[in-house]
């Protein structure tokens, strides 16, 4: 029997399950036990076609009495879409994808480094496959699953590329293939020289899960301040910016479908790339016609 042969829709438990587990090891996988604790309570025995706009304010309501922040409420609710739309794919519901409302997306400022911060953050990663990982992710851009999952397959040192995509295409978040700048060709010769495994970040022979421990480490040893992994990736793109370079070659490296996604996000640190426009609006300097 499939779901597709039932009179009625699966519940939001059942998808969300199915969707858990369909994701198999990635980390919102992981992520999804713990905002699961929170929808479930609320969404998990309903059927989807009765998920509607007033229910998910009620949700957004009561998660914020319990001091809730919006940024988490609005991944929760993200988590409950992205689970609901698997279900229609899956044909684990009947009818329409229900509308999963949301509150808006925080804005949240991100910690640029300047290049003496960075300098300083790789020359106190104290193990070579901590210093390596952050040369990759600050010379690449790349996310920190991408540098993760990199092999020495998609490292072509006689073209100068380095392919952060995988096969299966089965990652939610873009990836580009990008070239090698001077810094990141010279870490990753010596690594490859020295490697006992398939993978670039390896420890010990064998593949590294979380780097989180030895770049905090880092981090703190550095004396930069707070910073996230994250952050090291915005930290690359406003560097590219600011350097003049073109917002649609940034969006490739960044892996970014389209230069929208990359104006929404970066546009604002970088109020000078307006200041020709506003020129124009200098009226007591203008010579007069």
Same mark, same amino acid.
């Not at 009625?8 to 919102?28: C, F, M, N, Q």
């Not at 990199?150 to 490292?155: A, F, H, K, P």
């Not at 104006?263 to 640190?269: G, H």
């Given at each position: ?26 980390? %919102?996988? &992981?992520?999804? #036990?713990?905002? /699961? ?7 998990? $025995? !309903?059927? @989807? ?58 804005? %949240?400022? &991100?910690?640029? #480094?300047?290049? /003496? ?7 106190? $990663? !104290?193990? @070579? ?161």
């Amino acid at each position: 029997e499939t779901y597709s042969d039932r009179p009625r829709s699966a519940t939001v438990a059942d998808i969300w399950e199915a969707y858990r587990k369909h994701l198999g090891e990635k980390p %919102t996988a &992981k992520t999804m #036990l713990y905002t /699961g604790k929170a929808i479930l309570p609320m969404f998990g $025995a !309903h059927l @989807p076609e009765n998920i509607d706009q007033q229910m998910c304010q009620t949700y957004d309501r009561s998660r914020r009495y319990e001091g809730k922040s919006q940024g988490t409420i609005w991944t929760e609710l993200g988590h409950l879409q992205s689970a609901l739309k698997f279900g229609k794919k899956e044909k684990m519901l009947i009818g329409d994808l229900p509308h999963v409302w949301r509150p808006a997306k925080p804005e %949240t400022d &991100k910690r640029i #480094l300047n290049v /003496g911060e960075i300098r300083r953050l790789i020359d106190s $990663a !104290h193990a @070579p496959h901590i210093r390596l990982a952050l040369i990759l992710l600050t010379g690449t851009a790349a996310r920190v699953g991408a540098a993760l999952d990199l092999t020495w397959d998609r490292v072509d040192f006689e073209q100068g590329t380095i392919n952060l995509r995988i096969a299966d295409s089965a990652t939610r978040k873009g990836r580009a293939i990008v070239p090698m700048n001077n810094s990141t060709r010279a870490a990753l010769t010596v690594a490859r020289e020295a490697a006992l495994s398939d993978y670039v970040i390896e420890h010990a022979g064998k593949q590294i899960g979380c780097i989180r421990k030895g770049v905090s480490g880092a981090i703190e040893r550095s004396g930069i301040g707070h910073v996230t992994i994250h952050e090291l990736r915005h930290t690359a793109a406003v560097h590219m910016l600011s350097a003049g370079t073109s917002i649609e070659k940034v969006a490739q490296v960044l892996g970014h479908s389209n230069t929208a996604i990359t104006y929404r996000t970066y546009a604002r640190f970088l109020p000078q790339h307006m200041q020709d426009a506003v020129d124009v609006l200098d009226f007591m300097s203008l010579k007069r016609g």
